[in-house]
């Protein structure tokens, strides 16, 4: 059976949506696990929001580098921006030419694959 993924749902509506498709969610799958400002690094869950991790970010003068870009406007969907989301799309901003892409900031990554292993 096809399995649709989804997180905060910013791209629902696109593509061709087979018939039969059974649906997960990694909304239930939020929060900042650990954050060290002074080296720099984060643990997240995929679910968080994107304005979390900004918002904690930018209480120590700090900022996500590859810009992600809000593309909710262009695209004419609704949903809240997961971080799960960005890395999935490996959406980034104007500043990707300089910073890289935001699969360029990962430093390790967990997950599940199709068989659940």
């Known amino acids: 059976m096809p399995l649709a993924i989804s997180g905060g749902n910013t791209r629902s509506g696109f ?4 018939k039969g498709v059974r649906g997960v969610s990694s ?11 002074a080296e720099l690094t984060m643990t997240v869950k995929a679910g968080t929001s994107v304005n979390e991790v900004e918002a904690t970010l930018e209480a ?6 590859f810009e992600p870009v809000d ?4 695209m004419g969907t ?14 980034s901003g104007p500043r ?18 199709g068989r659940a292993n």
Request: hydrophobic share 45%; charged share 10%; glycine share 16%.
């Open 96 to 113: 990707r030419y300089v910073a890289g892409a935001a699969r360029d900031s990962l430093l390790g990554i967990r997950f599940v694959n």
């Open 27 to 37: 909304r239930g799958l939020s929060g900042i696990v650990n954050y060290t400002p």
């Open 71 to 74: 593309h909710r406007g262009m």
């Open 78 to 91: 609704a949903g809240i921006s997961t971080i799960g989301g960005v890395f999935a799309a490996n959406v």
């Open 60 to 65: 120590s003068s700090q900022m996500l580098a």
């Open 15 to 18: 593509g061709d949506p087979a």
